[in-house]
């Protein structure tokens, strides 16, 4: 099993494309930025052309979360995905 580290390592290097590793190190690191909770009602996260986007069952986490979309996206930049330029919350 790889590290989170090793992860981001290979996807910023290019080794990792949009696959199931690069998902697995954005679920890590939004599982560290919001907790068990929000990441157990959180239904699918991809990033694609900067822009994190979160779907979420729970109505009252994703209206909380829309709320913290800027705060949420530089919380990213600075745990190594400087890509995440925006997060949307559906």
Partial sequence: MKSVGDLLQ?????????????????REVWLRLTGSQVA????????RRG?????LNDPLLRQELMYRADE???????????????????
């Fill in 51 to 55: 822009t994190l986007t979160v779907q």
């Fill in 72 to 90: 949420l996206a530089l919380l990213f930049r600075q745990a190594g995905f400087p890509q995440v330029r925006r997060v949307r919350i559906q």
């Fill in 10 to 26: 290979a996807f910023f290097s290019g080794r990792l494309g949009p696959s199931a590793s690069g998902e697995a190190a954005l």
């Fill in 40 to 47: 157990e009602a959180t239904r699918a996260l991809t990033l």
